[in-house]
């Protein structure tokens, strides 16, 4: 695999969680993210870029909301946790959001829009696996990747180390090395 552009969060199988609603969700929440960090490079606008941050926060806002319902539908036992990894996200948002007022130099807007990619690409590679680990293994999971087998995430291994390793290697081109 070609080694994405540190700013940009390119699509892949591997970051599927084999749910097609929520891979939609993700791949719409990349494609804002690569359009902020891109107003970010181009030296737009500080309202332009406060803007696009914005529209960062409310789409996570409501793609949390969205798979919290799930959660409840799926009954999944880590619901609250991962509720909790969702609320930590948002505020590190804000908090991105608050200094953004402040930031001068062209390295801090820079190391901002690459920290607000990288909270997604964190969340999706180390939390979403789990609960899409938990859906593939439920009822109701098993039963839409019989139905879709050309989801990626069907197919993965059901075992712990191996879908470590799966994540792990999926992340590391998103690393600076």
Not at 44 to 61: C, F, H, N, P, T
Not at 140 to 163: E, F, I, K, N, R
């Amino acid at each position: 695999m070609m080694k994405p552009r540190l700013w940009q969060i390119e699509w892949h199988d591997g970051m599927s969680v084999g749910i097609p609603e929520i891979d939609e969700d993700h791949q719409r929440f990349a494609s804002l993210i690569n359009d902020f960090n891109r107003l970010i490079l181009d030296r737009k606008d500080l309202g332009e870029i406060r803007k696009s941050l914005q529209s960062v926060m409310d789409d996570a806002a409501q793609h949390f909301a969205h798979e919290e319902k799930l959660f409840d539908q799926w009954q999944y036992p880590d619901a609250d946790d991962h509720a909790n990894q969702h609320a930590q996200v948002l505020a590190a948002f804000q908090e991105i959001m608050k200094r953004f007022v402040t930031y001068g130099l062209e390295s801090e807007w820079i190391e901002a829009g690459l920290e607000v990619k990288d909270l997604l690409i964190s969340h999706l590679v180390n939390e979403d696996m789990k609960y899409a680990k938990f859906y593939r293994n439920s009822q109701v999971g098993a039963s839409l990747c019989m139905q879709t087998s050309a989801s990626p995430s069907c197919l993965l291994p059901s075992t712990g180390s191996s879908d470590e390793q799966y994540r792990s290697d999926d992340l590391a081109g998103y690393r600076e090395e």
